[in-house]
Every structure is written in C-alpha cells, then in structure tokens.
C-alpha cells in the first residue's frame, strides 16, 4: 500500500498570500497518477488536479500541481476567500488500493 | 449535468446490515468504473471499493473483504454496496464517486463527480 503524508497539517495564511502544499508518498507513485482535492464543511470533495499537474474543468489558473516519483506539491498561487478549506491528494497507480493523504487544512489567518 | 444521488445510509446495530445505493444521471453509466469512498466523522477520505463498468472486476480496501460487496445495476444506472457484519469502526459517510474510463484497472482511477453522501452509523 502507497501511504501519503500530507504536510503542513494546518497552514495559517492571510487573503492574497501564497499556499504550498506537500503531498509525499512512501514509493514512487507510477505515470505521476495523484490528485489534489479541495472539500468544504459539508460538502464532498471537489477534483481540482490530476495527472499531478492537470487542472479539472472549470478549476481557477491560480491551482497548480507539480512533481513526480514520491514527491508532490499543490500552489495556491494567491488565496481567495473561498479557497480557505481542506485538502487531500490522492494516488492512483498501479498499486491497490487507492490512497489518499490525510490532509491539509488551509485556515483564515 | 452529472448527479450522483446516494441513498441507503442510516444507523445500524454493530454485527448488522446496510445496503446502500446511488442513482446516477447525467452521463454514460456503462462507460465508467464506479466508486465508493468513506470519511469518518472528522477524519479523511479512504477509498473502500470500485467496480468496472460490467461488473467483471471488483476490488475493495483489506479493512471491508468479506463484508462489503459492491454490485451495479447498468439497466438502471444504479451502483450498491452492500454492507454487513458492520462494526463501529465502518461509521462514516459513505460517497459515491464516478471513476475511470478506462477498460483495465491500469487507468486513471481519480473521481471527477462525487454524490452528496449519506451517512451510516454503527452503534448500540
């Protein structure tokens, strides 16, 4: 099994700041199969990345991913309002079963 | 436009059942791996089981072989999972997810659409 640990558990930023997320995995994660996911209160989780760099549909330019092997990381690259939730990343490789992180809380400083 | 509805969840005594199931809408059933995804109260996502699009190939997280069984219902557009000797440890709000296109399960096992869930309780 692929374990991923996501890190920071918590990260405090202001409106406007820039958020780096990191997503590790314990063995390489084969043809960069991880996605990034953003889940609200109350809501279900909402595709953001895959392929580790690919936007989804309607997802804002200011989401990016990037890395390959063990090692990958989502940028917030200047937070709104509405962007203040949590995140999970997800691998999807050969190797069952599917895994995802344990995630990142992005809270209103 | 894609729905995914899930329906099904409710409490439970521990050692007993639960069937949940989705209604889909919106998009080519048949065309999809499909997929159920659990969260803990207050805690993250697990994957728990998916299903390719005949229903040929089934596979489940170790923590529910044996117990849970997930089935579909192309016909009706309907994926189930069927949940028993549930311990308290399977409390959760259980997601219905749309998977991949692929034909193998070497393929792109990442969820684009996600019901509302519905959640199962297990306790005495």
């Known amino acids: 099994e692929i374990v991923l640990t996501q890190s920071p558990g918590t990260l405090s930023l202001s409106p406007g700041e820039r958020a780096t997320l990191s997503c590790r995995a314990s063995q390489s994660v084969s043809s960069s199969y991880l996605a990034w996911y953003q889940q609200k209160p109350g809501q279900a989780p909402r595709l953001l990345i895959y392929?580790?760099?690919s936007r989804a549909t309607g997802i804002p330019d200011r989401f990016s991913g990037s890395g390959s092997g063990t090692d990958f990381t989502l940028t917030i690259s200047r937070l709104e309002p509405e962007d203040f939730a949590v995140y999970y990343c997800?691998?999807?490789?050969?190797?069952?079963?599917?895994?995802f992180g344990g995630g990142t809380k992005v809270e209103i400083k | 436009e894609v729905q995914l509805v899930e329906s099904g969840g409710g409490l439970v005594q521990p050692g007993g059942s639960l069937r949940l199931s989705c209604a889909a809408s919106?998009?080519?059933?048949?065309?999809?791996?499909m997929s159920w995804v659990r969260q803990a109260p207050g805690k993250g996502l697990e994957w728990v089981a998916n299903i390719k699009q005949d229903g040929s190939e089934k596979y489940y997280v170790d923590s529910v072989k044996g117990r849970f069984t997930i089935s579909r219902d192309n016909a009706k557009n309907s994926l189930y999972l069927q949940m028993n000797s549930l311990r308290a440890e399977d409390t959760a709000v259980y997601y219905c997810?749309?998977?991949?296109?692929?034909?193998?399960?070497?393929?792109?096992?990442?969820?684009?659409?996600w019901g509302q869930g519905t959640l199962v309780t297990v306790s005495s």
């Open positions: 997800q691998q999807y490789g050969s190797s069952r079963p599917l895994t």
């Open positions: 997810a749309r998977d991949t296109l692929s034909s193998t399960w070497y393929g792109s096992h990442y969820f684009d659409y």
């Open positions: 392929g580790a760099s």
């Open positions: 919106g998009f080519t059933f048949t065309s999809y791996w």
